[in-house]
């Protein structure tokens, strides 16, 4: 069965989840590094790198932490095409890669790994080489490439078993998919607004998490989200073989939860994938069927064909939980807001309410056609987060953040910072005895950034506590630092950020009167790489991303074209 995508957004999102490093804040000599993510001990995981050497190698070697062991390798190219690779683990415990041609285009390696069991920050490390002789297992004929040596970060948390009253469908033993009837006021489809949002964990590649498609390419459906080759989240919708994806730019299948969301506005007639709180990808819904009445939905794997006997194998090795149907477009912020919360009683009987499948009772059960092997499982996914009214002061220099912990000395708290909104570096970690709380009661907690690049940063603040998932975390809070002088411009180029970038940079120009728009990209031998914007624009504030993931690094020119004449903006890509 063959299925002809349309692209929307990145295919090759290389470096989107490259292992932590060290970063100069702009205007500062301060340094501060990004978050590591975080991993349980004694679990599998997947590691997501990218490898894009300088020149082409033909291997590298992997130095994972001691107590840790490697199950499998896998390499794509430009981070969709399978490479064959194999690894052999050495004397030493040094794993060796090799490849069976050279490489030399940007590459994706995804290192499926037990973890183990000491708790703490660990470092891993991959070192390319090329090989000098005919004789390519002679270690003395492999020179290291030190100059693009890769160095990661991990932090495992102790082992613990979940606690709590919440729980998921886990459906990696179940023999079909789960299927469930969505009313006709709740089917998603173009007529109106919908969001269809969950949450989700897995470890495995290429497989279907929710479906209303039945794999007929002649068959419309409005919604099917699968975890793609690379680990990425996708998104399809489409009508008589013709299909429309929207793409994550950061992989899911690392063994933790995600929040994934799409949300259909039928005032703009758009389409937004959501994940983690954060819009990562949208697009004009030009393959959204019209509505049909009422909407059959299969829950890990894709609905039984009709014209055939045997129902479809699951494909979602996993666990789901949340699932929420809205007949409304719900925003980005209120998305990030409520994720990690529950749905109240109110809300669900609302008109507008939602259609709700926790899982935690029996009840859920009775709405799905129940399957063998499916079962509902205590899980560290929590919905009550006890972090609340983040809020923030400036004296145009400095940032005072406050709020509210109700279970302060649960683990210590995490300040992050964001020139964006989108890409966040950790500032500071506070410990509770730091920040001045006591046990058994919520507290205000304090802290003061004095060293705040640019003028307009953004905020949020995590607390890393044992047995749940997602961390605690509040909302992102953007701040001012200063008026900004108006612009007497009609258009106005804002500019671009992140920047330098690595994969992909939003460009943003604000509209103040109504004419003819055209936005493009060039490189410095002045050929146009890419446009992203040409047509008739409203007054209002416009954004636009490009993509870069086959793109050199270099120096690259915004240039937006108007009657007025033109502007333009360096932009620097650093991969």
């Known amino acids: 069965m063959t299925r002809v995508v349309c692209l929307i957004g990145l295919l090759c999102a290389l470096g989107s989840a490259a292992p932590p490093r060290a970063t100069s804040a702009q205007d500062t000599g301060e340094t501060v590094e990004e978050t590591p993510p975080t991993r349980w001990a004694g679990t599998v995981a997947n590691l997501f790198e990218t490898l894009d050497p300088s020149s082409p190698i033909d291997g590298a070697w992997l ?34 890669l ?18 183990g069991n ?11 080489f090329v090989t000098t002789g005919q004789n390519q297992d002679s270690l003395n004929q492999r ?21 709590g009253p919440n729980r998921a469908v886990d459906l990696e033993g179940a023999s079909a998919p789960l299927s469930l009837r969505l009313p006709p006021p709740l089917a998603p489809a173009r007529d109106a607004s919908f969001t269809a949002e969950f949450w989700m964990r897995t470890n495995d590649f290429d497989q279907v998490i929710l479906s209303s498609w039945t794999g007929d390419e002649d ?22 073989g013709r299909h429309q994806a929207l793409r994550s730019t950061e992989p899911v299948a690392d063994g933790r939860w995600h929040h994934a969301a799409v949300v259909y506005d039928q005032a703009e007639s758009r389409l937004h994938l959501v994940l983690d709180g954060m819009r990562v990808n949208s697009a004009q819904a030009e393959a959204l069927p019209p509505g049909s009445g009422g909407l059959p939905l299969a829950l890990g794997g894709r609905r039984p064909d009709p014209m055939k006997e045997a129902p479809p194998q699951p494909s979602f090795t996993g666990r789901l939980d949340e699932l929420r149907i809205w007949p409304k477009a719900r925003s980005v912020a209120s998305l990030g807001h409520r994720r990690a919360r529950p749905t109240s009683n109110s809300e669900s009987e609302d008109r507008d309410g939602p259609l709700r499948l926790h899982f935690d009772e029996d009840a859920d059960t009775d709405r799905l056609e129940w399957v063998e092997g499916a079962r509902r499982v205590p899980t560290r996914l929590t919905f009550q987060s006890p972090l609340r009214g983040l809020q923030a002061q400036t004296d145009g220099q400095s940032v005072t953040l406050r709020w509210t912990a109700a279970s302060p000395n649960e683990g210590p708290f995490i300040i992050e910072r964001s020139s964006d909104g989108s890409s966040f570096t ?18 205000e907690v304090t802290y003061t950034d004095e060293n705040v690049p640019g003028k307009i940063v953004f905020y949020r603040v995590r ?19 200063g008026a900004e002088e108006p612009s007497s411009r009609p258009v106005e180029l804002v500019g671009n950020f992140p920047n330098p ?20 990209v060039w490189d410095v031998s002045g050929k146009r790489i890419a446009t992203l914007a040409d047509g008739a624009h409203e007054p209002g504030y416009y954004e636009r991303t490009l993509d870069a993931g086959g793109l050199p690094s270099g120096t690259y020119f915004a240039r937006l074209k108007t009657p007025q004449g033109i502007q333009s903006d360096q932009m620097v890509l650093l991969k």
């Open 219 to 240: 068959t419309a459906y409005p919604l099917e989200f699968v975890v793609d080759p690379s680990g990425r989240l996708r998104f399809y919708c489409g009508q008589s």
């Open 501 to 520: 970038f690595k994969t992909s940079s939003t460009i943003a120009y604000r509209v103040h009167e109504s004419q003819p728009v055209t936005l493009t």
């Open 143 to 163: 020179r290291a490439r030190t100059t693009d040596r890769i160095t990661g970060t991990v932090e495992v948390r102790p082992p613990s078993r979940p606690e």
């Open 118 to 128: 000491r708790p703490g920050t660990h470092r891993w490390r991959l070192t390319p």
């Open 98 to 115: 090799t490849t069976d041609a050279p490489v030399e285009a940007p590459h994706e390696l995804i290192v499926r790994v037990e973890v």
């Open 426 to 443: 950790m500032v500071e970690r506070l410990s509770p005895v730091a920040s001045g709380t006591k046990a058994g009661q919520a507290q």
């Open 463 to 481: 607390q890393v506590a044992p047995n749940t998932e997602p961390e605690r975390a509040t909302g992102t809070i953007k701040v001012g630092l």
């Open 63 to 96: 130095r994972m932490p001691d107590d840790w062991t490697v199950q499998d390798v896998r390499l794509l190219r430009y981070g969709t095409e399978p490479v064959p690779i194999q690894h052999r683990v050495e004397a030493d415990g040094t794993v060796l």
